[in-house]
Nanobody
Framework: VQLQASGGGLTQAGGSLTLSCTVT????????TGWFRQAPGKEREWVTC????????VYADSVKDRVTIFRDNGKNTAYLQMNRLKREDTAVYYC???????????????????WGQGTQVTVSS
């Protein structure tokens, strides 16, 4: 089982990046897929997830209307498209997969079984 995150980099505020999370070893669309991030000196925080609640997508208030999570089932890959990036979006971004259950806290990283290695996103002013 492997989740390979990529697509991070350095961009200016207001710019865009699209992160990818390619999965091998299991079928991604049978799991809830989440993105988390960890900024320097801060705890890891949940950003968004797909198939985590009623099959749909949910976003943290801090990124809502600026990011989109989606999945290409044929490529077994999840994506995080980020627009209008802000300096406070600077962090290491992680993708993760959790078994889909009736009731669980999809914002809790402990609910996620598989994790990618993280990709760095740096937003400059």
């Amino acid at each position: 089982v492997q989740l390979q995150a990529s697509g991070g980099g350095l961009t200016q505020a207001g710019g865009s990046l699209t992160l990818s999370c390619t999965v091998t070893g299991f079928t991604l669309n049978r799991y809830a897929t989440g993105w988390f991030r960890q900024a320097p000196g801060k705890e890891r925080e949940w950003v968004t997830c797909i198939s985590c609640k009623d099959g749909g997508t949910v976003y943290a208030d801090s990124v809502k209307d600026r990011v989109t999570i989606f999945r290409d089932n044929g490529k077994n890959t999840a994506y995080l498209q980020m627009n209008r990036l802000k300096r406070e979006d600077t962090a290491v971004y992680y993708c993760a997969a959790a078994p889909i259950r009736t009731q669980y806290d999809f914002r809790d990283e402990n609910e996620y079984r598989y994790w990618g290695q993280g990709t760095q996103v740096t937003v400059s002013s």
